[in-house]
C-alpha cells in the first residue's frame, strides 16, 4: 500500500484542527463556579496579612509611593511658580481701581479670584491621583511580576507559571485605565452639587481602576491571554469588590502610604484564587493559547 495523497494528509490534519476547536468552544462554554462573596473577600484577606507578615514584601511597601510622590511634588514646586504668574498676567487685564465694585482688596474681580483660587486648589488636589496612578505603574512593572511569581509559587503551586504578557502589554493597560480614570474624575467635579458626590464617585472610580489594572498585570503572569480574559469577565463583581476594598486604604491615613503595593498584594491572591476555580471547569487547554 503506497503513501497516503499529501491532499489526503492535509484534510485529516485540518479535520483534527476543527474539531479540537469546537471541543475547546465547548469547554469554554462550560459554567464558572459561583463564588461566595464574604467567604472569598475574607480568605484573600488573611492570605493578603500572611503574605504581608512573612517580610518579603516590606522593602516594597513604600518605596513605589514615595517615588510617586517625589515625582509629582518636584513636578509641582517646579512649576508652580510659572503656573502663579500666568495666572496673575491673566486676571490682571481685569484689574478694577475702582473702591466700592465687587472686587477683592486687591481690585481684582471676584469671579478672577474664584478662578485662581479654584485652579490652584484643583492642581494640588490633582497630586493625590496622579501620584496613586504613578505608584501603580511603578507597581505594575517593577513589583507585581517577582511577586505575583513569589507567590504563585508558594501559595498555589498547582497553577504553574505560564507567563504570555509582557510589560508593554500591562503599562498599555494601565495607561488606558488611567486615562478613563481621569477623565471620570473630571466627569464627577462636575456633579459637585449632588451631596456626597465628590467622595462617592472617586471612590467608586478608584475601584473600577484598582480592577482593571491590577486584575490583568497578576494574571498575564501566570495565564494565557484567553484565561485572562476569561477570569476577569467571568468574576468581574468579585474583582471589583476587591478593588473597592483596595480604594477605601487610600482613605486611610498612614496605610495609604502602601495602600498601592497592599492592592498588588490583595489582587494577586484574588486573581490566582479565582483562575485556580477558573481552570477547575475549564481544564489545562488554556495554558496554550490557540
Known amino acids: 500500500m503506497g503513501p497516503l495523497p499529501r491532499e489526503r494528509i492535509g484534510g485529516r490534519a485540518r479535520g483534527e484542527k476543527m474539531?479540537?476547536?469546537?471541543?475547546?468552544?465547548?469547554?469554554?462554554?462550560?459554567?464558572?463556579?459561583?463564588?461566595?462573596?464574604?467567604?472569598?473577600?475574607?480568605?484573600?484577606?488573611?492570605?493578603?496579612?500572611?503574605?504581608?507578615?512573612?517580610?518579603?514584601v516590606v522593602g516594597a511597601l513604600f518605596w513605589p509611593t514615595v517615588a510617586a510622590a517625589v515625582i509629582w511634588l518636584t513636578v509641582a514646586l517646579v512649576g508652580w511658580g510659572p503656573l502663579s504668574e500666568a495666572l496673575l498676567a491673566w486676571v490682571e487685564t481685569y484689574r478694577s481701581g475702582s473702591e466700592g465694585s465687587a472686587a477683592g482688596s486687591d481690585g481684582l474681580p471676584w469671579w478672577a479670584v474664584a478662578v485662581v483660587i479654584g485652579v490652584k486648589m484643583a492642581l494640588w488636589l490633582g497630586l493625590i491621583p496622579l501620584v496613586y496612578v504613578t505608584a501603580m505603574v511603578i507597581i505594575g512593572v517593577w513589583v507585581l511580576p517577582r511577586l505575583v511569581r513569589e507567590i504563585a509559587a508558594r501559595d498555589y503551586p498547582n497553577l504553574g507559571v505560564q507567563p504570555e504578557g509582557t510589560v508593554w502589554q500591562s503599562l498599555g493597560n494601565t495607561l488606558r485605565a488611567a486615562g478613563l480614570?481621569?477623565?471620570?474624575?473630571?466627569?464627577?467635579?462636575?456633579?459637585?452639587?449632588?451631596?456626597?458626590?465628590?467622595?462617592?464617585?472617586?471612590?467608586?472610580?478608584?475601584?473600577?481602576?484598582?480592577?482593571?489594572?491590577?486584575?490583568?498585570?497578576?494574571?498575564?503572569?501566570?495565564?494565557?491571554?484567553?484565561?485572562?480574559?476569561?477570569?476577569?469577565?467571568?468574576?468581574?463583581?468579585?474583582l471589583f469588590v476587591v478593588g473597592l476594598a483596595g480604594a477605601a486604604l487610600v482613605w486611610v491615613p498612614v496605610v495609604n502610604l502602601f495602600a498601592p503595593v497592599l492592592v498588588g498584594i490583595f489582587f494577586t491572591h484574588a486573581s490566582l484564587s479565582l483562575l485556580d476555580l477558573y481552570r477547575s471547569a475549564h481544564g489545562e487547554w488554556e495554558l496554550i493559547d490557540t
Open 19 to 56: 474539531k479540537e476547536r469546537i471541543e475547546k468552544r465547548a469547554i469554554a462554554e462550560r459554567p464558572v463556579p459561583e463564588v461566595a462573596l464574604l467567604p472569598f473577600l475574607a480568605r484573600v484577606f488573611v492570605r493578603s496579612l500572611r503574605t504581608v507578615a512573612r517580610g518579603g
Open 181 to 238: 480614570y481621569f477623565v471620570g474624575l473630571l466627569g464627577a467635579l462636575l456633579l459637585w452639587w449632588l451631596p456626597g458626590a465628590l467622595v462617592a464617585l472617586p471612590f467608586l472610580l478608584t475601584g473600577w481602576f484598582n480592577m482593571k489594572t491590577t486584575a490583568y498585570d497578576c494574571l498575564c503572569e501566570v495565564a494565557s491571554p484567553r484565561e485572562c480574559e476569561g477570569v476577569i469577565g467571568s468574576y468581574r463583581g468579585p
